[in-house]
């Protein structure tokens, strides 16, 4: 017989939360992660169910050592895993009466979010050399709070890892989350890996279960921190998130060349630390057409204390590989640049306009990445000053053409295929054409001069690529 656990229970709010697959920061006394995945009939609802991600303390995170009664006992996490690189283990060396057992927190960050009338799986990997083992659940009462549910299955005594499964019986009404573990309530050692708990309630197609959340989204703040300050986030193709710091706007570790990025994994609830060559704050970033990162730009330097100097830009650009989780040097950009824009264009390859060079005054060039080359092609644009600029897509024409209020645009000659200089001044979308001699012309000079800045390029391109 197990006597429930009596944990007051203050300041709760009604919550069904899903946990998001995409996840983001949210800053509290520390940076905390959001994580998981929807709640979904196949979706494991267990926070840190490898137990990978240790607290303060040095026990998992979402975990809590729990039990009652007359005994001598110890816990602790043990390298003797499943999967992974952490178990936790229960050990008894004397035995009067009550037990012992390793339970999720019951909080709303940690404790698995469920349905009235569902039902769930429940499993676990094991090894113990005890017969007195059984899986045990407590629920959460929406009026009268935390309280013991039921033991749901004795375990046998075994010396290998062996996987325990259990369905509860449909969860009580008013209940809004369960938690649940493993005790052992007799002398021996009991140790435990891989918890799984998935809703078995069919709803007509594998659809979410987590009520208004399944189409408006929730957040949660899961009680373990970042390793990194996020200062950049893109979601890989993996499910993994990569979180960008470089320097994580910290001068102290800038000075120190202590550059971070960490890669976060929801399903597991753990994050990989990667090594990070550069300063990537405040860098630019897009996804490539295969799944790859290009990271271009960052911070050469922090603001002078005398005022001599602002932040200056870097000209480095790396490739950020999530097969590897590494990253890979590329050629570097014409300029310096500090949080410039960049946008992948309809052919894979990258332009990127803005942000401040490596002098701290606003840079003006534009620079393009050949997908095909895998570099930064050389500087040589057309005759163009931009001023504040603005791209948009061209969707006749197939690229990105740039706006500007007050646009300076000058000619640019070309050679054609014989070598001879001739004016380029075709424009492929009718939009964006100049007047013609005698002619009215467009009302919105913005979009002709767009129409001059996207030609031009064209024409660049053509002679430093051999088009036709």
Same mark, same amino acid.
């Given at each position: ?142 009026? /009268?709070?935390?309280? #013991? ?6 375990? *046998?005594? !075994? %010396? &290998?890892?062996?996987? @325990? ?67 950049? /986030?893109?979601?890989? #193709? ?6 960008? *710091?470089? !320097? %994580? &706007?910290?001068?102290? @570790? ?87 824009? @960049? ?126």
């Amino acid at each position: 017989m197990k006597v429930p656990k009596t944990f007051p229970w203050t300041a709760w709010r009604q919550l069904r939360s899903v946990r998001a697959a995409v996840s983001a920061l949210v800053i509290a006394a520390a940076v905390s992660f959001l994580g998981g995945a929807s709640a979904t009939a196949a979706t494991n609802l267990v926070v840190n169910p490898g137990l990978e991600t240790l607290g303060s303390n040095g026990f998992p995170t979402c975990w809590e050592q729990s039990g009652w009664g007359t005994n001598n006992f110890s816990f602790g996490v043990t390298n003797q895993a499943h999967s992974g690189s952490n178990a936790m283990k229960v050990s008894i060396t004397s035995y009067t009466n009550g037990d012992r057992k390793a339970m999720m927190l019951e909080n709303p960050q940690c404790a698995p979010p469920v349905t009235p009338t569902h039902q769930y799986n429940l499993c676990v990997w094991y090894m113990s050399n005890s017969p007195n083992v059984s899986i045990t659940a407590f629920r959460h009462d929406t009026t /009268a709070g935390w309280q #013991y549910w039921m033991d749901l299955k004795t375990l *046998a005594v !075994s %010396g &290998n890892y062996q996987q @325990a499964c259990v369905l509860t019986p449909q969860v009580p009404a008013n209940t809004d989350q369960i938690t649940w573990g493993v005790s052992i309530y007799g002398v021996g050692a009991l140790i435990t890996d891989d918890y799984s708990m998935t809703d078995n309630t069919s709803t007509g197609g594998g659809g979410c279960t987590a009520g208004a959340a399944c189409t408006q989204g929730s957040w949660q703040v899961l009680p373990f921190p970042s390793p990194v300050r996020g200062i950049h /986030a893109v979601l890989l #193709y993996s499910g993994k998130v990569l979180l960008v *710091a470089g !320097s %994580g &706007n910290d001068p102290n @570790a800038f000075a120190a060349g202590s550059f971070t990025s960490a890669v976060y994994d929801p399903a597991a609830g753990t994050f990989q630390v990667i090594p990070t060559p550069n300063d990537f704050f405040c860098s630019g970033h897009v996804q490539l057409s295969d799944g790859r990162v290009l990271v271009l730009g960052g911070n050469l330097a922090y603001p002078a204390a005398n005022g001599s100097h602002g932040y200056e830009g870097l000209n480095t650009s790396y490739i950020f590989n999530p097969a590897t989780n590494s990253y890979q040097k590329v050629n570097n950009l014409n300029d310096g640049h500090w949080y410039p824009s @960049a946008t992948e264009l309809g052919n894979g390859d990258v332009i990127s306009f803005g942000g401040l060079k490596a002098d701290s005054s606003g840079s003006v060039t534009a620079e393009y990445f050949s997908n095909a080359q895998q570099q930064w092609l050389p500087l040589s644009p057309p005759d163009v000053e931009l001023l504040g600029p603005v791209p948009r897509d061209d969707p006749v024409a197939g690229r990105t053409a740039v706006l500007h209020r007050q646009p300076r645009v000058r000619q640019r000659t070309a050679r054609d295929r014989r070598g001879h200089l001739q004016l380029r001044h075709q424009h492929h979308h009718p939009d964006l054409r100049p007047a013609e001699q005698g002619q009215p012309g467009p009302v919105d000079e913005r979009a002709a001069a767009a129409g001059a800045v996207a030609e031009g390029a064209h024409a660049w391109r053509r002679e430093h690529r051999h088009e036709p």
